[in-house]
C-alpha cells in the first residue's frame, strides 16, 4: 500500500516527477477549454448558450484538475467552493425542484474555480511559464483577429455576421447620441475584454525573448486598443490606461538603483516620482483614446465619421460624431451610468425582505424582485446588478458576500507583495495585472461574475490563481523564484 501511494504521488500528483504525457495531455486540454471564447463567438448568436454546451466536459476536466492539482491543499479554493455550496444550498433547500434550472450556474463556477484557479497549482515551475506563454500567444491572436474584425466593420459600416447569425454592426445609442460598435458581444462588455486583453498582451510582450514576438505584441495591442475606443466605455478608456500605464511604472522602477539606509529619503522621493508618472501615463493614455475617434472622424469624411454621411444627416449632422464625454466632465454619476440607481434598488428589495441579508434571493430568476421595483418606475429590465460585489449579496446574502470578498482579499494580499517584490522577475510582478483589471472592471459590472461564462472570467480566476500559487511559492522560498 506504501509503495502505491509513493508511486501515485511522484508519478501522478508531483508536479515535478509527474509522467510528462499526462501534463502535456492537461495542458493542451485546458488551453483548449479556456480559448472556447474563440469557438462560442464563431459559432452562437448567445455567448453563454454556446458556453454551456461545453459545460459536461468542464465538469469531467475540472475534476482532474481538482487531483492533479490538490486543490484541498489551497485555502483560496475552499473560500470559493464554500461561495459555491451557499449558490447550491440557497436553491437546494427552499425550492428543490428549480436545482436543475439552476445547474449550469453551479457547472460554469466548476470551470472557474477547479479549471482555471487550478493552473498555478497542477503545473510545475517550468511548465506554468510554458502555459503562461502559450495562453497569451493565443489569446491575443484571436483578439487581434477579433478586433480587425471589428475595426473593419468601423471603416465600412459593415455588418459581419457570425455562423450563428449574430453580428458586429455601428450603432446610434438613443439618449445619448453616440456613435459605437457593438461586437458579437455587448459594447461594454466588449470594450471590457479589450482593455483586459491588453493586460494578458503586457505580460506576454515582458515574456516574450525575441523582438519579432515583442514587435507582434505591440502590433496586436494597438488593434485591440483601438477597437475598445470604438465601443465608447468609458470603463475600457479607464482599465486601458491602467494596463498601459502599471507595466511602463514597473519596467522604470526596476532600472532605478535602491537606496539604502542612508538613502530613505531618496527612496521616498523615487516612490513618489514613481505616483506621479503612474498617474501621468494612466491620465495621458486615457486623455490619447479619447482623440481616437475625432481623428478617424476627420479621416473618414469631414461631415459623417462612424456612419455614412445621409444617415449623419437625418439624425442631426455631425453632432452626433463626437465621442461621450470622459467621468471628469461628467461626474461620478455619470461615470456609473445609472448604476448607483440600480444598488438602491437592491437594497430598497432587501428591505422589503430582510432576511434575504442572510440567505440572499438566489442565483434562480434572480433580478426578479428588482425588476419589479424598476417596472413600477417605468424603468428598463436589468439582468444584473452591474457590479459582482453588489450581485454576490443579492444573490447570496452576507455570508455569501464574506466568502466572496475573502477571496479576492486572498488575491490583493498576495498580488500587491508580489508586484511590490522588486527581487522578481518583472513578468512575475505583472503576473496580478489582468485579474486586477477584471475585479476592477467587477466593481461596477459582472463581466467576470462566475454565472456567465464571458471571456473575463476566464482571465479573472486563471492569473487569479498563478498569482496567488506563484506568491505562496516565492514565500516557500524566502522571497526567491
Not at 20 to 36: E, K
Not at 58 to 77: E, H, N, P, Q, T
Not at 134 to 156: E, P, R
Not at 174 to 196: C, D, F, N
Request: aromatic share 12%.
Amino acid at each position: 500500500m506504501k509503495d502505491w501511494k509513493e508511486t501515485l504521488r511522484r508519478r501522478v500528483l508531483d508536479p515535478e516527477t509527474r509522467d510528462r504525457w499526462i501534463t502535456v495531455a492537461w495542458m493542451i486540454l485546458t488551453l483548449a477549454m479556456l480559448l472556447h471564447h474563440i469557438w462560442v463567438t464563431i459559432h452562437f448568436a448567445v455567448p453563454e448558450n454556446g458556453s454551456l454546451a461545453l459545460r459536461f466536459p468542464w465538469v469531467l476536466l475540472a475534476g482532474i484538475s481538482f487531483f492533479l492539482g490538490r486543490m484541498w491543499k489551497d485555502r483560496g479554493w475552499w473560500v470559493l467552493m464554500l461561495l459555491l455550496a451557499v449558490k447550491i444550498l440557497r436553491v437546494a433547500i427552499p425550492m428543490p425542484g428549480a436545482l436543475s434550472d439552476s445547474q449550469s450556474v453551479f457547472e460554469l463556477c466548476l470551470y472557474a474555480f477547479c479549471i482555471c484557479y487550478a493552473v498555478g497549482r497542477v503545473l510545475s515551475e517550468k511548465d506554468r511559464e510554458r502555459f503562461i506563454d502559450w495562453f497569451c500567444g493565443l489569446w491575443t491572436g484571436a483578439m487581434a483577429v477579433y478586433a480587425c474584425i471589428g475595426l473593419y466593420t468601423v471603416w465600412n459600416n459593415a455588418v459581419i455576421p457570425n455562423l450563428g447569425n449574430k453580428s458586429f454592426f455601428i450603432e446610434i445609442e438613443a439618449g445619448s447620441g453616440a456613435t459605437r460598435l457593438w461586437p458579437i458581444y455587448h459594447a461594454v462588455e466588449a470594450g471590457t475584454l479589450a482593455s483586459v486583453s491588453i493586460g494578458v498582451a503586457m505580460l506576454g510582450l515582458f515574456r516574450a525573448r525575441q523582438k519579432w514576438a515583442r514587435g507582434l505584441y505591440a502590433a496586436a495591442m494597438l488593434l485591440i486598443l483601438l477597437m475598445g475606443v470604438f465601443t465608447s466605455s468609458r470603463t475600457s478608456l479607464i482599465l486601458t490606461g491602467a494596463a498601459v500605464s502599471v507595466p511602463a511604472v514597473l519596467a522604470l522602477e526596476k532600472r532605478l538603483p535602491r537606496g539604502g539606509r542612508k538613502g530613505r529619503g531618496a527612496a521616498v522621493l523615487r516612490t513618489c516620482g514613481m505616483v506621479l508618472l503612474f498617474a501621468g501615463i494612466w491620465i495621458g493614455t486615457i486623455l490619447l483614446q479619447q482623440q481616437v475617434i475625432p481623428a478617424y472622424n476627420a479621416l473618414r469624411s469631414g461631415r459623417a465619421g462612424m456612419i455614412p454621411a445621409a444617415l449623419a444627416e437625418g439624425a442631426g449632422g455631425p453632432a452626433l460624431m463626437q465621442s461621450r464625454d470622459f467621468v471628469l466632465d461628467q461626474g461620478v454619476d455619470g461615470f456609473l451610468i445609472g448604476r448607483i440607481e440600480i444598488w438602491q434598488q437592491v437594497l430598497e428589495a432587501l428591505g422589503k425582505d430582510p432576511g434575504k441579508w442572510l440567505w440572499g434571493q438566489s442565483v434562480y430568476k434572480v433580478m426578479g424582485p428588482v425588476n419589479e421595483i424598476r417596472e413600477a418606475k417605468g424603468l428598463y429590465e436589468v439582468y444584473h446588478a452591474h457590479s459582482a460585489f453588489v450581485q454576490t449579496l443579492w444573490e447570496s446574502g452576507i455570508p455569501g458576500l464574506l466568502l466572496f470578498t475573502g477571496f479576492f482579499g486572498i488575491f490583493a494580499w498576495s498580488g500587491i507583495r508580489l508586484m511590490l517584490d522588486r527581487e522578481a522577475p518583472l513578468w512575475q510582478r505583472l503576473l496580478p495585472l489582468p485579474a486586477a483589471l477584471c475585479w476592477l472592471a467587477d466593481m461596477i459590472d459582472c463581466t467576470g461574475y462566475c454565472n456567465w461564462g464571458k471571456p473575463p472570467m476566464t482571465i479573472l480566476y486563471l492569473f487569479a490563481g498563478l498569482t496567488i500559487a506563484l506568491w505562496a511559492e516565492r514565500k516557500r522560498k524566502g522571497g526567491k523564484a
